[in-house]
């Protein structure tokens, strides 16, 4: 496994069923769907020959909607469910090997996960529910006791720590379960639609407070959604899940650029290109583009290749000239207005 990979599956299957095993055969030699499997052996393909890697400080989403197999392959990161087939690999371990014993210790140790429902425990306090990994863990008490404080602190929530889960709101109990993942310093999180009960705003509170988080602890994370819109918000890349296949694994860029099918490209259409697509993806080769004109004028604006639609077309609405794309601060490619509008329009015919 390369050093910057953290998490990497290989082929793995769920198929749920009695005979689980005689249909993952049928599958594999005679090609048979997920209807077929179901009729001929009651067996139900949940996950389906799915291979990804995930890099380090990643955060992963992996979306789809419900019963496309996210949150199936989610808990066979760390065995909550067993594969029918397949290796899955953390940090070099082989999760697969692991007895129970070190199964158990491994999910302590390595693996964070929040669900959706918020699972605190109504006895204990929200300092004791964040401490509870490290308690099972045995570390004494006072020292546990400080981490969990120190993690409260990051999600802004010290002042809390006395009371219970039931004086806290949806939005700041979800923190509390994001904290406890956390106190441990696991080296991946797995979060399973952790927001999606939430109000709105609240949810959209969170997914900032998250992003925050990740950009201070910089932790490898797998993040299940449904919606679109939080993927392209919080994912470094972003995976597709249509029953229980991996349709298609991208940035948010590529996959509303260039979406794999007719699946992929509805499920894109809604969402707006603005900040989604960047100089690179629209400009002309700058070759090219002075054969056509016979050059740029100096007084060109000019932009990294990383800048967003949005501010693109601020810039064009300023200044007739073509807006200059420069790649490690050499000029590479230019971007006219005509480009511009082609870029919105299609993606306004897209949806």
């Not at 400080?146 to 039931?166: S, T, Y």
């Amino acid at each position: 496994m390369p050093n910057d990979t953290v998490v990497e599956i290989s082929n793995v299957w769920k198929i749920f069923g009695a005979r689980a095993d005689a249909a993952l055969e049928a599958v594999k030699t005679r090609g048979l769907s997920k209807a077929e499997v179901l009729a001929e052996f009651n067996a139900v393909v949940g996950v389906a020959d799915v291979s990804l890697k995930v890099n380090r400080g990643e955060i992963f989403c992996i979306m789809g909607l419900s019963g496309s197999g996210k949150s199936t392959l989610v808990r066979h990161f760390n065995r909550l469910l067993e594969p029918t087939a397949g290796k899955i690999e953390i940090e070099g371990t082989d999760v697969m090997a692991l007895g129970t014993a070190a199964l158990q210790k491994f999910r302590n140790e390595k693996i964070g996960m929040v669900f959706q429902n918020f699972a605190l425990m109504p006895h204990r306090s929200v300092l004791d529910n964040v401490a509870m990994p490290l308690e099972i863990r045995k570390v004494p008490k006072n020292e546990r006791m400080r981490q969990a404080a120190a993690i409260l602190d990051i999600v802004e929530l010290g002042a809390w720590g006395a009371k219970f889960a039931h004086e806290l709101s949806g939005g700041m109990q979800q923190r509390v379960g994001l904290a406890r993942a956390l106190a441990a310093n696991p080296d991946v999180l797995l979060m399973d639609e952790p927001f999606s009960a939430l109000d709105p705003l609240i949810r959209r509170q969170l997914q900032d407070e998250f992003i925050r988080l990740s950009k201070i602890l910089k932790k490898t994370t797998i993040f299940i959604t449904h919606d679109l819109d939080e993927a392209v918000r919080i994912g470094d890349r972003i995976a597709i899940m249509r029953d229980g296949k991996m349709v298609q694994m991208g940035t948010a860029e590529q996959i509303v650029m260039e979406p794999a099918d007719e699946y992929v490209a509805e499920f894109v259409a809604g969402i707006s290109r603005l900040k989604v697509v960047h100089a690179h993806a629209v400009m002309q080769p700058l070759a090219e583009y002075i054969a056509k004109t016979g050059g740029v004028s100096a007084d060109a604006p000019r932009v990294d290749a990383g800048e967003n639609l949005s501010t693109l077309i601020t810039l064009a609405i300023d200044d007739e000239n073509p807006i200059v794309v420069q790649e490690d601060g050499k000029d590479a490619g230019a971007i006219t207005r005509a480009d511009l509008l082609r870029c919105v329009i299609e993606g306004t015919e897209m949806s």
